[in-house]
Structures are given as C-alpha cells and as structure tokens.
C-alpha cells in the first residue's frame, strides 16, 4: 500500500502502463495465431499478408519494449519457416 503521493502516482501509472500493454500483447498474440491459423487452413497469400502485419507489429513492440527483440526476431523466424514450408507443400503437391 503506497502511503506517499508520490509512490500513490506511480501506482497508479503502472496499473496504467499493466492494462495498456496487456491489450498490446494480447493483440500482437492474435495477430500471430491469425497467421498461423491462415497456413493450417491452406490460404497461402493471405497468410503471407497477415504474416507481413504480424512482422511489424512485432518489430513495432520490440522497439517498445513490450518484447525482446530477440523474441521478436525469434517469432518472425518461425513464421517464415512455418510459411516456407506450407509453400513448399503445396509446390510439391502435397496437401493434407
């Protein structure tokens, strides 16, 4: 229980900052389900324009902070792969 005013307003900037970048979060994991929900369904070009919205909305929250940016990097890495190889599945003729 913070008893100055100065530690009562920094309570209540860091519920702030909690619920703002909770709804970030919540929205760049949506994204990133979107395009892997995209793959698993076969729709190969709109998954390649979710995954290119996922891409900066990834960087967007590295540069912020709300990630790693090594996460970040890690993400968009195995979206790329999980794209690849989707492509390459349906180059071959192989469907599933």
């Known amino acids: 229980m913070?008893?100055?005013v100065n530690a009562k307003k920094a309570l209540r900037?860091?519920?702030k900052r909690r619920l703002h970048?909770?709804?970030q979060r919540?929205?760049?994991r949506t994204t990133i389900k979107k395009v892997r929900m995209l793959v698993e369904e076969g729709k190969l070009e709109d998954a390649q324009a979710?995954?290119?919205i996922a891409t900066k909305?990834?960087?967007q929250a590295a540069a912020k902070h709300l990630i790693h940016r090594n996460a970040a990097a890690r993400?968009?890495?195995r979206l790329s792969k999980v794209l690849?190889?989707?492509g390459a599945k349906v180059a071959s003729g192989q469907s599933s």
């Open 2 to 4: 913070p008893n100055s």
């Open 13 to 15: 900037q860091s519920q």
């Open 21 to 23: 970048n909770r709804a």
């Open 26 to 28: 919540s929205t760049l």
């Open 50 to 52: 979710a995954f290119r």
């Open 57 to 59: 909305k990834l960087d």
């Open 75 to 77: 993400t968009k890495s």
């Open 84 to 86: 690849k190889d989707a």
